[in-house]
């Protein structure tokens, strides 16, 4: 189930219109979870699909037409006490807004949204509808566990001519998922395509950036790598993201280098978390421009991060036919070292000591 489309049956919408938003909570078509986990496939797919309809909303719309939408993605993570906790939504609140006032939409108030995350998780829970800790999960440091994915996102008002959306729809859905990557260590390629430009919607969490991330990612799962790495469009050479997550390198030098944020960079949740987690650990943390010559000549490990990715090992990147493996191909000692922090805050092993989980009740 990776990335399944399995939406848990409560949702959450709201709509900007005189002036104001105005939320509710929906309760699309289900079963008890044990009943639906014993339907036959087919039952089982056209209830899920009947989940993913909204019939009273306009399917020709600024979005639909001209991808003029935004979104975000969070986790909650079961914890070992049976409770849920959600990984600094607050962070996301205010990314949201910030997307959506870059695209000269009405902002979600931070507020709303993450009352709206944590009710969409408490509600679905009522029913029967998560996912809970398993001690087996720690044997391999939560590589393999489950968590709910929570993704708010805006749809425009209907409309067909090009134009901005002045009443959004502000969703929020939840659904299952478990590792993002199949193998624990990947090799990456560098794409001649270009994810985002200066003065375009690259720090925003735009839903058109991702055509380019897709198309460049497929092309690299056909080449045999399992994820790509954009140059920045300027210079073409200095390094900006994976597909859809941030990148890190660990040098022979002892730093830890990450680009620095630009309005071509998407500024990550995971990554500000990463960075703070390492300077506590003493690492020298820098953001700044790394060259692609730099990363293949000067690294000793590499990861990306992301809510989907958490922090995943690159064991080696290849730039026009010239392939730089890393620490020997095998999973860094730091790489573990900050996937195992990270994963083990979020699912409540080790001290929440930053304040970053909201616990739901
Ligand atoms: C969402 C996203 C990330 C990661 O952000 P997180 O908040 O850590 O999940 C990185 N790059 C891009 C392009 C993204 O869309």
Same mark, same amino acid.
């Given at each position: 189930?990776?990335?399944?489309?399995?939406?848990?049956?409560?949702?959450?919408?709201?709509?900007?219109?005189?002036?104001?938003?105005?939320? *509710?909570?929906? &309760?699309?078509?289900?079963?008890?979870?044990?009943?639906?986990?014993?339907?036959?496939?087919?039952?089982?797919?056209?209830?899920?699909?009947?989940?993913?309809?909204? #019939?009273?909303?306009?399917?020709?719309?600024?979005?639909? !037409?001209?991808?003029?939408?935004? %979104?975000?993605?969070?986790?909650?993570?079961? !914890?070992?006490?049976? +409770? @849920?906790?959600?990984?600094?939504?607050?962070?996301?609140?205010?990314?949201?807004?910030?997307?959506?006032?870059?695209?000269?939409?009405?902002?979600?108030?931070?507020?709303?949204?993450?009352?709206?995350?944590? *009710?969409?998780?408490?509600?679905?829970?009522?029913?029967?509808?998560?996912?809970?800790?398993?001690?087996?999960?720690?044997?391999?440091?939560?590589?393999?566990? #489950?968590?709910?994915?929570?993704?708010?996102?805006?749809?425009? &008002?209907?409309?067909?001519?090009?134009?901005?959306?002045?009443?959004?729809?502000?969703?929020?859905?939840?659904?299952?998922? +478990?590792?993002?990557?199949?193998?624990?260590?990947?090799?990456?390629?560098?794409t001649d395509r270009i994810r985002a430009t200066p003065n375009g919607t690259g720090w $925003?969490?735009?839903?058109?950036n991702?055509?380019i991330?897709?198309?460049?990612?497929?092309?690299?799962?056909?080449?045999?790598?399992? *994820?790509?790495?954009f140059l920045d469009a300027t210079h073409r050479s200095y390094i900006e993201e994976?597909?859809?997550?941030?990148? %890190?390198?660990?040098?022979?030098?002892?730093?830890?280098?990450?680009p620095?944020?630009s309005d071509t960079i998407?500024?990550? $949740?995971?990554?500000?978390?990463?960075?703070?987690?390492?300077?506590?650990?003493? @690492?020298?943390? +820098? *953001?700044?421009?790394?060259?692609?010559?730099?990363?293949? &000549?000067?690294?000793?490990?590499?990861?990306? +991060?992301?809510?989907?990715?958490?922090?995943?090992?690159?064991?080696?990147?290849?730039?026009?036919?010239?392939?730089? !493996?890393?620490?020997?191909?095998?999973?860094?000692?730091?790489?573990?070292?900050?996937?195992?922090?990270?994963?083990? $805050?979020?699912?409540?092993?080790?001290?929440?000591?930053?304040?970053?989980?909201?616990?739901?009740?």
């Open positions: 189930m990776a990335f399944a489309l399995n939406t848990y049956p409560v949702t959450y919408r709201s709509k900007f219109s005189d002036g104001k938003w105005s939320g *509710e909570y929906l &309760e699309k078509p289900h079963k008890t979870p044990e009943e639906e986990a014993a339907m036959n496939d087919n039952e089982r797919k056209a209830l899920e699909s009947s989940r993913n309809c909204y #019939d009273d909303m306009p399917l020709v719309n600024y979005t639909s !037409q001209y991808g003029l939408a935004c %979104f975000e993605g969070l986790k909650a993570f079961p !914890q070992k006490n049976d +409770s @849920l906790a959600i990984f600094r939504p607050d962070r996301n609140a205010v990314r949201f807004a910030r997307s959506m006032e870059g695209l000269q939409m009405p902002p979600f108030p931070q507020e709303l949204f993450v009352n709206a995350c944590i *009710e969409t998780v408490k509600r679905n829970a009522a029913l029967g509808f998560l996912t809970r800790y398993k001690n087996e999960w720690e044997k391999d440091s939560f590589m393999t566990a #489950d968590s709910i994915y929570i993704r708010p996102f805006t749809i425009s &008002e209907g409309g067909i001519g090009v134009n901005l959306s002045s009443e959004p729809y502000v969703m929020v859905i939840n659904t299952p998922v +478990s590792s993002y990557f199949s193998s624990c260590s990947s090799d990456a390629v560098v $925003i969490k735009a839903c058109s991702y055509v991330s897709a198309l460049a990612k497929s092309e690299a799962l056909s080449a045999g790598y399992m *994820e790509c790495v994976g597909s859809s997550c941030n990148i %890190f390198f660990y040098l022979k030098s002892g730093e830890l280098a990450t620095e944020l998407l500024p990550g $949740i995971t990554r500000e978390s990463i960075i703070c987690l390492a300077r506590d650990k003493g @690492l020298k943390v +820098s *953001e700044r421009k790394i060259s692609i010559d730099e990363a293949l &000549e000067e690294t000793r490990e590499c990861f990306v +991060s992301g809510t989907a990715a958490g922090a995943t090992p690159i064991c080696s990147l290849t730039y026009h036919g010239k392939k730089a !493996q890393f620490n020997g191909g095998k999973t860094g000692e730091l790489t573990s070292d900050i996937r195992d922090t990270i994963k083990g $805050i979020q699912y409540g092993k080790l001290p929440d000591t930053k304040g970053w989980m909201v616990t739901i009740a």
